[in-house]
């Protein structure tokens, strides 16, 4: 799986606020499906982490593999993304309460008030995590002073950070199995989201 960079450098291309190029933003929004803000999104992660873990060589469309996966890229549910990334509603997973074969977690103070559930946690906005492990990998990728699971720019950043996380060189088969196989415990998993990760490369014509 090689990493598909997002085109910051196109010639005569204003970036976003992101930093990420508009011009590709918009072509690749177009030749995918995906909303502009999503990919914005995608591409600022890897770019940001391009830089905090150069050794990674994360992509893109491994993030848009996930967020595909994960919630429709934070449009499950009649969701959508607002403009500045945030979900017009909650994205949440079923309660995880031990039934049908989900783990069983009791929410506390600090995942309330980002669920709503008093007795049990769910996994939460477009990349879907779960409170404990966004206690660990929240993140600000909006730089708006928020890290907040219902963003997709937080979301996405906090993704690639813990895909990072191994250390493992994402162009390798080896390497990015491993990555995306610690975010979900699931070999259906892993390949459903190589299949999205490859389809939006060839889509958007990398």
Known sequence: MSPVRPDDESAGAEPSSSGVSAAWVDDVSRSTGISRVAVD??????????????????????????????????????????????????????????????????????????????????AMGPMQFIPSTWERWESDGSDDGTADPHNIYDAAYAA?????????????GAGWTQAVFSYNHSDAYVRSVLDGANRYAALAGG
């Open 160 to 172: 690639g950070r813990y895909l990072c996380a191994s250390g493992a060189d994402l162009t390798t």
């Open 41 to 122: 999104a995608y591409g600022a992660a890897s770019l940001r982490i391009a830089d905090d873990s150069p050794a990674c060589r994360l992509g893109w469309t491994t993030l848009a593999g996930i967020g595909r996966v994960e919630s429709g890229h934070g449009t499950s549910d009649g969701a959508r993304l607002r403009t500045g990334g945030t979900t017009s509603r909650k994205v949440l997973g079923p309660a995880l309460d031990g039934s049908a074969g989900l783990a069983a977690i009791r929410s506390d103070s600090r995942s309330v008030r980002w669920h709503g559930d008093e007795r049990w946690d769910h």
